[in-house]
């Protein structure tokens, strides 16, 4: 979902194009210029499509930049982990909800911005305004690029994304308030406003309704995290931040969620996934790391939000490797967390067995100590077992694991 998200630079938000609406973009583009101190070097192309062309321009865009491998690869890692059910099709449900989702989207590699037919109101007016503050950075700093560069850690791409959404969605805000004769920022109200607008989702929009826990949340993130990410940054380096914050990026989800720890440089440190035995029998499938976000999401989804919060603070990284037997071709998920004290590892590693409990119909321990457990579940023998700050897993064998 990370990877086929990160393809799109979407506004969501219910969004109709007439000519008169992009009659205003020279004026638009002299505000953001305005706000942000960066010039438009060039004009942005725009054109109207409808939901049918917008559905196709997302299947081919797929189709161009993912493989059937890595989407199922993708898939499978998240139904491992728990945090999509069994029967979720992956592919299938991304293009379901950008379709439902996406307003208006600036295409970084044609350079181009695009926006659904219909009629124009102030719902419009802002969406066009974020996907030009998206075609400005692009300008600037290569918006393709600068998602290219995250991939190399799925957690940096998340914060990556939540960079460029919540800067657009600050600046469309910015925008309004300084044509409205205000300054030139968010207030706090209009800040809490958007970055809660997704807590009770329309009914307009069904499939982000029914879709997972996780697949919700990683949509959202990136503005709603995005958004008050950016203004804390710009509350610190005003202007700057625009620059700054392409020029040096978050290098995780938990610098966007906790911005003095952006401003503090506080790295993740990534474990390496435990040994899998047998490792010669298996092809590796997938690899990444996992954030605060990731487990943030799967606490929240078996353990509540609250205590999901709270205890995915104390994460200091994670990473994971999903292998597939050469032979017998079933999946086994190797992944590990270290914590910012061996009292968070040991908290997190209590509780773990009620993720497996929610995450899986059945439950068998077949041995257990205050530092390892050991059993069987829906998809093979697992074992989980605490090191000082650091919890490491093997799921998924068809023989006990000693």
């Not at 509540?304 to 603070?313: N, V």
Request: with cysteine.
């Amino acid at each position: 979902m990370k990877r086929l998200l990160a393809l799109f630079v979407c506004a969501l938000a219910p969004v109709a194009a007439q000519q008169v609406l992009f009659s205003q973009i020279d004026a638009m583009e002299a505000g953001l210029s305005e706000i942000t101190g960066l010039r438009f070097t060039r004009p942005v192309p725009y054109a109207v499509i409808n939901k049918d062309q917008l559905r196709r321009y997302l299947e081919d865009r797929v189709k161009e930049s993912i493989k059937p491998s890595e989407v199922r690869a993708e898939e499978l890692t998240l139904k491992l982990l728990g945090l999509v059910p069994p029967d979720f099709d992956l592919r299938k449900n991304t293009l379901d909800l950008l379709t439902e989702q996406a307003a208006a989207f600036y295409d970084y590699n044609k350079k181009k911005l695009f926006m659904l037919e219909g009629g124009s109101g102030p719902d419009e007016q802002l969406a066009l305004v974020h996907e030009l503050a998206h075609a400005l950075a692009d300008q600037h700093f290569r918006l393709a690029r600068f998602i290219h560069d995250g991939l190399r850690s799925d957690d940096a791409a998340t914060a990556r994304e939540a960079v460029m959404e919540g800067q657009a969605s600050w600046l469309m805000a910015a925008y309004l308030s300084k044509a409205s004769g205000g300054p030139a920022e968010v207030s706090a109200p209009v800040l809490d406003m958007m970055a809660h607008s997704a807590d009770n989702t329309p009914e307009e929009y069904p499939v982000l309704a029914s879709a997972p826990l996780y697949i919700r949340e990683l949509l959202v993130f990136p503005y709603a995290d995005g958004i008050l990410f950016q203004d804390a940054i710009h509350r610190k380096l005003g202007r700057e931040a625009f620059s700054e914050l392409f020029l040096h990026p978050p290098v995780s989800t938990q610098q966007i969620v906790h911005p003095d720890r952006y401003l503090a440089h506080v790295q993740p440190r990534i474990p390496d996934p435990p040994a899998v035995p047998g490792a010669a029998a298996f092809r590796k499938l997938d690899e990444g790391t996992l954030g605060e976000l990731d487990y943030r999401i799967l606490l929240a989804q078996y353990l509540g939000k609250s205590e999901g919060e709270t205890m995915a603070a104390h994460l200091s990284g994670g990473s994971y490797q999903v292998l597939e037997h050469k032979h017998n071709a079933f999946p086994v998920l190797a992944y590990a967390s270290i914590w910012d004290s061996p009292g968070a590892a040991h908290d997190f590693f209590e509780r773990y067995l009620d993720i497996l409990r929610g995450k899986w119909k059945t439950l068998q321990i077949q041995s257990q100590t205050a530092t390892r457990v050991e059993g069987r579940g829906d998809t093979g023998f697992f074992q989980v077992w605490l090191d000082g700050d650091t919890v490491r897993h093997l799921e998924g064998f068809q023989t006990p694991l000693h």
